[in-house]
């Protein structure tokens, strides 16, 4: 008697989790964030980092047209223009904790465990420049990053920009990764605070607006998606090493005793598990 033929079980659907970083797991600018360290290493003058930031206020405050965004993006091509990438690696390096901490939200920290968890990769998606943004990604342990790539001739910043990850930019950017990782965006998850993102919340099936302003507030009640308000910023030093997993799990089972359970509890009443 022949055995009976059997159907080999579908292999699982792999999935990510995309997080803005600027306002989602931070609750400031990290290009703001890092200005004073840069100012004390003669990168910056106190006259361009103020008028840096005041045309960040203008663009956080103005929206974000078209016009807006290039002004931005010719104002970063401008500041950087000479620096010299080793000596701002090293800035960002040694810096990192300083800059960033307490600025963490606890409850982004606790959705990245959660994520990873249940065997999604985490990727901080970020318009700041790929220099700022991997340190703080490794910080937290996540898997990879899609940032601002600026180029670099003969050891210094050129001024211009081969990637700019920004709206639309960073769904392209999405989805490439996802065909070369084979995610199923479907399955996937994405976070963030700015109207801007709405082509990257556009392209996963669980998409999730943070603090949102009145516009990505009505987008997402449009669309049906979650809304989380994230409140609490925790520090890292006392937890994070260099792309740790464990150190993300020792943050998040210490806020698990205290008001992230609180949080994870009342999240789960209001959107699907993340399972």
């Given amino acids: ?9 579908a292999t699982p659907a792999r999935a990510a989790a995309f997080f803005d970083l600027d306002k989602t797991i931070i609750a400031t600018s990290s290009a703001t964030a890092f200005s004073r360290p840069f100012l004390a290493g003669g990168l910056l003058t106190r006259r361009v980092m103020l008028r840096a930031a005041y045309a960040h206020l203008l663009f956080q405050m103005g929206g974000a047209d078209q016009e807006q965004t ?36 606890a409850e982004a920290v606790v959705l990245i465990r959660e994520h990873q968890d249940a065997g999604r ?13 991997r340190p703080i990604a490794d910080l937290l342990g996540a898997d990879d990053v899609i940032a601002t790539h600026m180029q670099v001739r003969n050891g210094r910043y050129t001024g211009e920009i081969d990637f700019y990850a920004y709206g639309a930019a960073k769904a392209t950017a999405i989805e490439e990764l996802a065909a070369r990782r084979g995610y199923d965006l479907s399955a996937s998850y994405a976070y963030s605070d700015s109207v801007t993102d709405e082509p990257m919340l556009s392209v996963v099936g669980h998409a999730f607006v ?31 090493s260099r792309r740790s ?24 009443r209001r959107r699907p598990g993340l399972v």
């Fill in 121 to 133: 990769d985490v990727v901080v998606v970020s318009a700041s420049g790929a220099e700022l943004v």
């Fill in 70 to 105: 290039e002004r931005v993006r010719v104002q970063l091509s401008r500041m950087v223009t000479g620096w010299d990438a080793d000596q701002v690696a090293a800035i960002v390096t040694e810096t990192v904790h300083e800059s960033i901490d307490p600025a963490v939200y």
């Fill in 1 to 9: 008697m022949q055995p009976e033929a059997t159907t080999p079980a």
């Fill in 245 to 268: 997993r464990l150190a993300v799990g020792a943050i998040g089972a210490a806020l698990v005793a205290g008001v992230a359970l609180g949080w994870i509890l009342a999240s789960r």
């Fill in 210 to 240: 943070v603090n949102p302003d009145r516009a990505l507030r009505r987008i997402a009640e449009e669309r049906g998606w979650g809304v989380l308000r994230f409140v609490r910023p925790v520090s890292l030093r006392p937890f994070a």
